[in-house]
């Protein structure tokens, strides 16, 4: 059975009072009830309430003077005034104390519990949507963006001195290597984390499209603009805007958002009122923003707009001291996914991760351990789980000597010899880049 919300009710008529119980319990309430707003602040102090219903005019303290105590001592809870003295004035000044509605007597059954009924609903829809946020910031911490690599460390040190202000950030690098993920770092570490973040990929839209997409259209703009239309800039009013791949914006909407970046103003498409913004942007790319300049496809002015602070994201094939944290991370997040007791990897798989180029960087390890969570029957992800790794020649060799069931020792032996073979008989090189001493080369070589 549902927990039951509970309901405190003030007022010093016992008929209302009564009434207003058995109603308010008929409808799966529980309830108390006071006889004062003094006697009411005791109960407060004593127990939480999902609602309180008050009476405006009382003997002693009033229902003004209760809400305030209210909003004091349990600002979370929602307070909705009721009185047989109605007036515009009353409700106006209950309102702006903080009451979430206002009743007069005699109302009906029917739009008390309608408006109870709002009231909470109101209520658990600003818990959750709080909830939600506290998830989000908890998911972006900087703690939460995994690696270990000298490159990460300086990555980190810019996102905590960038947070703290509202300068633009252009955030540079390869498809997959995080930078969506960097980018709600920043907001969720920002002043700004409990507004909101909104995001636009710019590759994804046509260039009208894309208009409408930031700034929004009126009704009749265009063939099919039924309905007037909030762009995403207004929609990130106090929050952040995201331009993901903002290297392919087309020239005339360049001009269009420098516009905006400069003057905190716009139109939407087909409109004529100017609409004012509060935002901050951060954008991101995986082109070379000053060739594009140079080609004439990127205007030099937005450019620098939008680059005040850049942050430059290595590839993932650069910093292979990440790709360990990342594949655990990423285990343990595809086990519990699937419910499977996949624990790790084997050191044989691992070294086939570090040895990989990684051309899809983070997002292509991510998916390669998916895959093999989901293929392994074990606790450990063994080399043969890691067969949908494109690695060119390298893949099909360990796929022919999965086929043919090679053991440990003769699969160590044949890549010993062609080692050996590829550095024409240079025992050194060829124990430096295998990590054995060269008694153990010579063993192999005579294996």
Known sequence: MPISEKILVVDDDPTFQTITRSLLEENGYEVEVAQSAERAEEKLRQCEYDLVLTDLVMAGKNGLAFLNYVKSWAPETPVVMITGFASVNSAVEAMKAGAEDYLTKPCSSDELILKIKRVLEKKHNYQELNRLREELAEKYTFGNIIGKSANLQSVFKLIARVSETDAAVLIQGETGTGKELVARAIHYNSPRKDKPFISVNCAALSETLLESELFGHERGAFTGAINQKLGRFEMAHHGTLFLDEVGDIPLSTQAKLLRVLQEKEFERVGGTQTVKVDIRILSATNKNLQEAIRAGAFREDLFYRLN?????????????DDVPPLAQHFIEKYAARFHKTVEGLTSPALEILLRYNWPGNVRELENIIERAVII????????????????????????????????????????????????????????????????????????
């Open 308 to 320: 005040v602070m850049p942050i430059i994201l290595s590839p993932l094939r650069n910093r292979l």
């Open 376 to 447: 392994t029957n074990g606790t450990q992800i063994s080399p043969d789980c890691l067969v949908y790794l494109d690695q060119g020649k390298d893949v099909g060799l360990l796929k022919e000597a999965f086929q043919k069931q090679l053991t440990e020792k003769e699969l160590t032996t044949l890549y010993a010899r062609m080692i050996f073979h590829e550095h024409k008989g240079n025992k050194k090189e060829t124990c430096k880049i295998l990590g054995i001493n060269f008694r153990t080369l010579q063993n192999r070589l005579k294996d």
